[in-house]
C-alpha cells in the first residue's frame, strides 16, 4: 500500500479545529503511500471535512460534494465533520458518496478510502460510521507540518454550554482535552521544523483541563512556555468568563504567550446574552479586560458579536454598539443571527426581520472599523517585530504579536522569518511600516 499513488484532495469547512484535522488527517494519507493534492485538481479521492454552525454551512457542504462529484464521478467520496454527526442521512441521500462519519474517529477515513481502492469500485449506499462524537474521548492525531509560519494545534474538543443557538454541543459532544504531554510533544516538534507561531485551539478552548483533574489552560501554557525556541504561542477562542485574577497572574509573565485574546463576547447587551444562554455578563467582560490590560502591556482584543438576535431590542442593539466602542476592539467579526434548525433560538419568538439584521450589521460594522482605526493610530511610530507570512505586489506582510497585520516595502520576496519595522502609517485595517 505504500507505493499507492492514489491521489486525494481535501476540502475543509468551517472551523480552525477542522483546518487542523484536516491537515491531520492529509498527513495520514501520506504515511499511508496516498499523494494529497489541492482538491481544486482532478483527485481519485476527495474527504470532504463538513461544517453545520448554520443552514447556510449545510448548504455549502452539500453544494462541496456535488461538485467533486461532477468533477469526477469515479472518485471515491468520503465524508467527515459536523454536517456528517448531525445529519447523516442527508449526506447519504446524495448519489455518489462512499463513507461517511461524524466527529468521532475522523482518522477512519483513511482506511475507509484504502478498503475502496481495494474493493475497486464506488458503493451503491454509503458506508456510514455512526458514532457519538465523544464516544472514544479525544482522538489521538498530531500534525508536524505548517505553513511557512504558523501551525494551528487541537487541544481540546467539545463542548457543555448549551447556548440557545448553537447547534455544536450536538456535533462535538462534552469537553475532552488532549494529553498535555502530547501537546508539549507536538509542539516541540512543530518548532523544531521551524516553525515560529502556533495556535492552540478548540471548540471550546477556555475549557482545557476540565476532564483532568485540576490540570489547567493556564499550566499547559506555563509547560509550553519553557520549551527551548519556542516562539509565539497564541489562543483561540476564550470565554471572558474564565478571564479572572488567577488566571491572568498566570499568564501575565509567559514570554512566549502572544498579547492577543479573542474573546467569544457575541452580544453587548446583557438581556441578549442572557437569553443567549451565555455564562457571563458585560460587567465581567469589562473587568476581565480591564484586569488583563493592568497586566500585559498593549494588548489587543478580537471579538465576535451576533445582531439580531431573537427578542433584540434597538436599545440592546446600542448597548452592543456602545461595548463595542468602550472596549476598542482591535477586530470585531460582526455578522447576523442565523436560525439554527434543532435550537432553542430557533423556536423563539420576536424573530428579527431581516432588513432590520442587514441594517445593524452595516452600523456595528462601520463602528468596529472606527474602533480599529483607533487602535492603529496609536501604533504610529513604534517600533515592532512582525512574523512575515508572505510577499504580494511589491510589500511583505505579516503580523505583530498584537495580531496587527502590517505590510512592509520590499522589492523581492523576504527570506526572513521576522522583520524589525517601525509603524509609519495605516489605511484603517493594515499597517504600513520601514525596516528598521
Known sequence: MNDIGFTVGIYTLGCKVNQYESE???????????QVQAPTQCCDIYVINTCTVTAE??????????????????????????????????????GGVDYICGNAEKLS?????????????????????????????????HITQFDRTRAYVKI????????????????????????????????????????????????????????????????????????????????????????????????SSLRSLAPHFH????????????????????????????????????????????????????????????????????????FPYSRRKGTLADQMREQVPQEVKHQRVAILSEEAAKARARCLDQKIGQSDLILVEGYKNGMAYGHTADFCEVSVPMSRPCALAHLPVRIVSHDGTVCIGELR
Open 24 to 34: 491531520a488527517i492529509a498527513e495520514e494519507f501520506q504515511r499511508n503511500g496516498f
Open 109 to 141: 477515513v483513511v482506511e475507509a478510502a484504502k478498503a475502496l481502492v481495494k474493493r475497486g469500485k464506488k458503493r451503491q449506499k454509503p458506508e456510514i460510521k455512526q458514532l457519538s462524537p465523544d464516544e472514544n474521548g479525544f482522538e489521538r492525531m
Open 263 to 334: 474573546l467569544s463576547m457575541q452580544s453587548g447587551s446583557d438581556h441578549v446574552l442572557a437569553a443567549m444562554k451565555r455564562k457571563y455578563n458585560t460587567r465581567m467582560a469589562k473587568e476581565a479586560v480591564t484586569r488583563i490590560r493592568s497586566a500585559i502591556p498593549n494588548v489587543q482584543f478580537t471579538t465576535d458579536i451576533i445582531v439580531g438576535f431573537p427578542g433584540e431590542t434597538e436599545e440592546d442593539f446600542l448597548q452592543t454598539v456602545a461595548f463595542v466602542q468602550e472596549i476598542g476592539f482591535l477586530m470585531v467579526h460582526v
Open 156 to 251: 481540546e474538543d467539545g463542548c457543555e454550554n448549551h447556548c440557545s443557538y448553537c447547534i455544536i454541543p450536538f456535533a462535538r459532544g462534552s469537553v475532552r482535552s488532549k494529553n498535555p504531554q502530547d501537546v508539549l510533544q507536538e509542539v516541540k516538534t512543530l518548532v523544531a521544523g521551524g516553525c515560529h507561531e502556533i495556535v492552540l485551539t478548540g471548540i471550546e478552548t477556555a475549557s482545557y483541563g476540565k476532564d483532568l483533574g485540576g490540570y489547567t489552560l493556564a499550566d499547559l501554557l506555563t509547560e509550553i512556555d519553557r520549551i527551548p525556541d519556542v516562539g509565539r504561542i497564541r489562543l483561540g477562542s476564550l470565554d471572558p468568563s474564565m478571564m479572572k485574577q488567577p488566571f491572568v497572574d498566570k499568564i
Open 57 to 94: 454551512s449545510d448548504r455549502k457542504a452539500r453544494q462541496f460534494i456535488r461538485r467533486v462529484i461532477h468533477k469526477n464521478p469515479n472518485a471515491y467520496v468520503l465524508i467527515t465533520g459536523c454536517y456528517a454527526q448531525v445529519f447523516p442521512d442527508e449526506v447519504a441521500e446524495i
